[in-house]
């Protein structure tokens, strides 16, 4: 499937785009980091302490361990500071 | 479940803080308006602009999703949360929220409730520059932490 990743903060920063479209076969939002990583150096220094990463799934706060689904739209950013 | 639509603004324009205020207290049964203000402070190294960052879309949906919370918990007739994002200078407004009840304590909590929520749940990041560099400011442990006293009866 084909998904707009979109990447926020240090993330966008450390992988130097705001977002992409990706293909992917991965069923979680965990295995689609896995698949990023595996790209190239600058993601997998983005995605290397994951306690520090906080993913949205079609604008929803979600865990990690959540399945893509038929989700369009998948986020990556730093734990948020608002206000 | 409410007679009223939050007012909800994500915007790089700086807002008129009275006119927002007095915009609350319309209604014959608003007896008390709250509001809360954050500005950006100097840090040591001189700050030279704070960079808020945000995710358009998601932004409105996540705070209109906790005006909703709040709204459902409280007694409230009106909720404003305006939030800026872009280069801010020290001292610039950065966002407010309000809230207008009958009385005092639910206006006051409601507030409360909105400020811990949109702290760690709204997705904005921050930077601050200074002239030695640029960093993202850290989420703190005590923000996460001040979700907590909002658990108790489940929202």
Known sequence: MTLQVLYFAWLRERIGLGRELVETNATTIADLVEELRAREDRYAAAFADMTTVRAALDQELVPLETPLGSAREVAFFPPMTGG | ?155
């Open chain 2, 1 to 155: 479940m409410t007679d009223f639509a939050p007012r909800i603004v994500v915007t790089q324009d700086d807002f008129d803080l009275g006119a927002e205020a007095e915009a609350l207290e319309a209604g014959p049964d608003t007896g008390a308006v709250v509001t809360f203000t954050g500005r950006v402070r100097n840090v040591a190294d001189g700050l030279h602009h704070m960079e808020i960052e945000h995710y358009p879309g998601m932004t409105e949906r996540a705070l209109t999703e906790i005006a909703e919370q709040a709204a459902a918990r409280w007694p409230l007739s009106g909720i404003t949360v305006i939030h800026r994002y872009g280069a801010l200078r020290p001292g610039a407004r950065i966002m407010m929220v309000a809230t207008a009840s009958r009385h005092r304590d639910a206006a006051f909590e409601a507030a409360s409730f909105l400020m811990d929520y949109l702290k760690s749940r709204a997705p904005f990041w921050k930077k601050e520059v200074t002239g030695a560099g640029a960093d993202w400011v850290d989420a703190k442990d005590s923000d996460e932490d001040a979700l907590a006293r909002w658990s108790d009866t489940g929202t």
